[in-house]
């Protein structure tokens, strides 16, 4: 099995093989909880306006994203886990765009199969991998606005491949350097409306969940489909 550890929109377009697109601050972290909370199906977007032209044909939808880490106007929420811990989504579809990890989705068109990807499922995600022996497994680090490297997202990456290949990863000291490092933005008071710091636990609750999250590409619109493990 080849592993290859790539980086940003570029990275998702070279994409081959099972692609694994990375985003833990906070994207696909958010989709789990979503899941977790009862969501029927969750339709990944790369543009704004199409999100609004889903939610024009179907008002039933639920909006939620983010752009500069904010909500949109129109949207239900913003791209928060803490926003969302306890809201009930039973039965609901989520039409959800990001700055960083929908991008991702959208520009892998060379993947063979493509899974979110978080700390929060990623020993399922390691689980599914070794369960479909694909040749290629490309890990996607989205980063910050899909233009700048994120330590958490190498992080995440570098902790699927240690576990593909049977090595140990020292996650408390990965936690350590996210918290003085790119995750202190989710510390600070000045973001607590849009980036509440409860956000920083809940996208670094490690292995909380024992399901994977694969695009349909079938389905149109492409959407998220949980698979337990």
């Known amino acids: 099995m080849q592993i290859r550890i790539l980086h940003l929109t ?4 070279q994409a081959e093989g099972l692609a694994v697109i990375i985003d833990v601050f906070r994207a696909f972290s958010l989709a789990c909880y979503l899941f977790q909370n009862g969501a029927k199906r969750i339709i990944p977007v790369a543009d704004v306006e199409e999100a609004y032209r889903l939610k024009a044909q179907h008002p039933e939808y639920i909006l939620i994203g983010e752009r500069n880490e904010r909500k949109l106007p129109g949207f239900d929420f913003g791209n928060s886990p803490t926003h969302i811990e306890h809201v009930s989504f039973k039965g609901k579809t989520i039409v959800h765009t990001t700055s960083a990890g929908t991008q991702g989705i959208v520009n892998a068109r060379n993947a063979a199969d493509i899974l ?5 499922n990623a020993s399922a995600i390691v689980r599914y991998i070794k369960t ?4 290629v497994v490309s890990l996607v680090c989205m980063g910050y606005s899909a233009t700048e490297p994120a330590d958490e997202d190498l992080f995440c990456a570098e902790y699927i491949r240690n576990e593909l290949e049977g090595k140990h990863t020292d996650f408390d ?7 003085a490092g790119s995750g202190r933005r989710l510390l600070d ?4 409306l849009h980036s509440p710091a409860r956000d920083f636990e809940l996208c670094l609750a490690l292995n ?22």
């Open 10 to 13: 570029e990275g998702a377009k």
């Open 116 to 120: 979110t990807g978080s700390f929060v």
């Open 132 to 135: 479909h022996e694909p040749p």
């Open 173 to 179: 000291n990965m936690v350590k350097l996210l918290r």
């Open 189 to 192: 008071p000045a973001n607590q």
């Open 208 to 229: 909380r969940f024992d399901f994977v999250l694969k695009v349909n590409r079938s389905a149109n619109p492409a959407e998220l489909e949980k698979i337990c493990i």
